[in-house]
């Protein structure tokens, strides 16, 4: 029997799925300081999503018996894979259960800013009647650039050229022949891409390298007139990972007009406070980082959180190990 805990919460059936195969579960919430202090020594397995951060130091006072972390969702910024792979820790992840429920939801962001759908609901709420003021444009006859090419961004791609949008993509690790199949335009560089498209949707991880990618600069390379000749302003959606759309920058270019709107789900700083002044401009709106919120990603998650941990308690390979060349 091995211990697993569960840190930030879980579907129920996952939990059961786990107690079924004769597991002892654990489903409860730790402070920084409680896992620095070893609350998690002893456990074989644990299971995260975005809010627990397991550093080298918590993973170290974690590892007496530790065989796996799971990440139940995508990115695993918040785990040292480095630290997890030395102590020969698997570190594993559900990079596909997820896929739909953000494609959707950046669908969703990129509609509420074209047709001002915050600012309409906000006034109609204040008794105001704007229907003058809120003329938008549409998707179909602009281009569509997506900083990524992994699963998520091709779900866009397929959606936004149902729409009519013209789709264009940087990802220096993705073939040209990906992209080609799905009748997208790779470029080889990010400015590149923000030289060529109206809207940016943001599908890559945080690292060194994207750290404050999308800054005041790039911003400035966006067209604002769509292929159809339509001045349709410039636009940027972000529900990857915080901290690639540098905020005080993004600010700046949507209070100067050089960006005509911003939609966030991740911020650098989560939650984001509620003082921040992006939150308080007019063309900005955001969610609090719900893209993987729905009742079918949740279980997708769960689902195969359960099937690769247990594969590795099982001492069985994994398709979804993330960082199987630092293992020792």
């Known amino acids: 029997m091995a211990r697993i805990a569960i840190t930030d919460g879980m579907e129920e059936k996952a939990i059961l799925l786990f107690e079924k ?5 654990i489903d409860k919430a730790y402070t920084p300081e409680e896992l620095l202090q070893g609350a998690l ?3 074989d397995a644990i299971v995260v999503r975005s809010a627990t951060k397991l550093t080298k130091e918590v993973i170290e006072a974690s590892s007496s018996s530790l065989k796996v972390i799971a990440r139940a969702g995508v990115g695993v910024d918040n785990i040292d894979l480095e630290a997890a792979g030395a102590m020969g820790v698997f570190v594993v992840n559900a990079p596909q259960a997820s896929t739909q429920s953000v ?17 309409a609901n906000e006034g109609l709420k204040q008794g105001k ?30 959606v936004a050229q149902a729409f009519g949008m013209e789709v264009h993509a940087f990802d220096p690790y993705v073939p040209e022949r990906v992209a080609k199949s799905e009748n997208t335009r790779l470029h080889k560089s990010v400015d590149s891409l923000f030289s060529a498209c109206t809207h940016i949707s943001i599908h890559c991880n ?3 390298e994207t750290h404050h990618l999308v800054n005041l600069e790039r911003i400035r390379l966006m067209p604002t007139i769509g292929s159809d000749g339509i001045p349709c302003g410039n636009h ?8 690639i759309v540098d905020e005080d920058e993004a600010l700046e270019a949507l209070q100067s007009y050089e960006l005509t709107s911003l939609a966030l789900d991740v911020f650098e700083i989560e939650p984001v406070p509620a003082d921040h002044a992006l939150l308080q401009h007019p063309n900005f709106h955001g969610t609090p980082h719900i893209g993987a919120s729905t009742l079918e990603a949740q279980l997708r998650v769960g689902l195969n959180i359960v099937d690769s941990v247990l594969d590795i308690l ?15």
């Open 41 to 43: 020594d002893g456990v």
């Open 103 to 119: 494609v959707e939801l950046t669908l969703s962001h990129l509609l509420a800013s074209l047709r001002f759908l915050p600012k």
């Open 314 to 328: 099982d001492g069985k390979d994994c398709d979804f190990v993330v960082n199987r060349s630092s293992l020792q």
């Open 236 to 243: 940027i959606v972000n529900c990857a990972r915080g901290g």
């Open 206 to 208: 945080l690292t060194d």
């Open 21 to 25: 195969a004769g597991h002892e579960v």
């Open 129 to 158: 009647w704007e229907k003058n003021s809120l003329k938008g444009t549409e998707l179909s006859g602009k281009a569509l650039g997506l900083i990524g090419f992994g699963r998520i961004a091709q779900g866009v791609s397929r």
